[in-house]
């Protein structure tokens, strides 16, 4: 089972705008993370956020959590081409792992 | 690149057959997890392996097994493919040993087609 949902499921932007993606999540968790994954190929670590906080920031990479809604987003600033990819919210649970549904990014030039 | 690296790439076997998926861990990763998605979806977690131990395991039958070596090294082995098996088989590794959560380092993972 998935337990995140990402929003939207896919979404295409102009380079240089900002891309902003949103994961829904179900039960309490100890940390959620981004990753990213080209094209059928592995994924990425982006960022981790615990909990106990509520925005983080990476790069051109903004996270907020908010546990109360159980979400989160990923703000992806002054996109490129080169973001083009799947990104995917992943909470813990327990011993492992729960990754979202994922959100398509495509970036044009 | 994560330094994790898995074999073969790419296969293609038919219903029945057995497969076995390979994982080298980035170097001195002791925690090897397994993930299977499928075409549009997000990982599924298979099983989880630390000290040679299967530790914790994901909605996946008895046909779906795994092995850790002393290298942390691993494999993944699925008997009687069925036609819904088809997916990407990513393998992770982390340094942070039972129960791990946080960041894991990816493969480029095995494709694996079911005819």
């Known amino acids: 089972s998935q337990q995140g949902e990402e929003d939207p499921q896919a979404l295409s932007i102009q380079e240089g705008e900002n891309a902003t993606m949103n994961c829904s999540y179900k039960?309490?968790?100890?940390?959620l993370q981004w990753y990213r994954q080209n094209s059928g190929r592995g994924l990425v670590h982006l960022i981790l956020?615990?909990?106990?906080?509520r925005e983080k920031h990476s790069g051109r990479l903004r996270v907020t959590l908010d546990t109360s809604k159980k979400s989160s987003s990923l703000l992806i600033t002054a996109s490129r081409a080169a973001d083009t990819a799947s990104y995917f919210c992943a909470t813990d649970d327990t011993d492992k792992l729960i990754f979202g549904t994922g959100t398509r990014l495509q970036v044009f030039p | 690149e994560t330094g994790v690296t898995q074999s073969p790439t790419h296969l293609i076997k038919t219903r029945g057959q057995q497969v076995t998926l390979r994982c080298s861990s980035q170097s001195g990763h002791n925690t090897v997890s397994w993930y299977q998605q499928a075409l549009g979806q997000g990982p599924q977690f298979i099983f989880q392996y630390y000290r040679e131990e299967e530790n914790g395991r994901g909605n996946f039958p008895p046909r779906f097994s795994g092995l850790q070596f002393p290298n942390y090294s691993s494999e993944l082995n699925v008997n009687a493919l069925e036609l819904d098996d088809s997916a990407l088989y990513l393998c992770?590794?982390?340094?942070?040993?039972?129960?791990?959560?946080?960041?894991?380092?990816f493969g480029e993972g095995s494709r694996l087609t079911v005819l």
């Open positions: 992770a590794s982390s340094l942070g040993g039972k129960g791990y959560t946080g960041e894991l380092f």
């Open positions: 956020i615990r909990s106990n906080e």
């Open positions: 039960t309490s968790i100890n940390n």
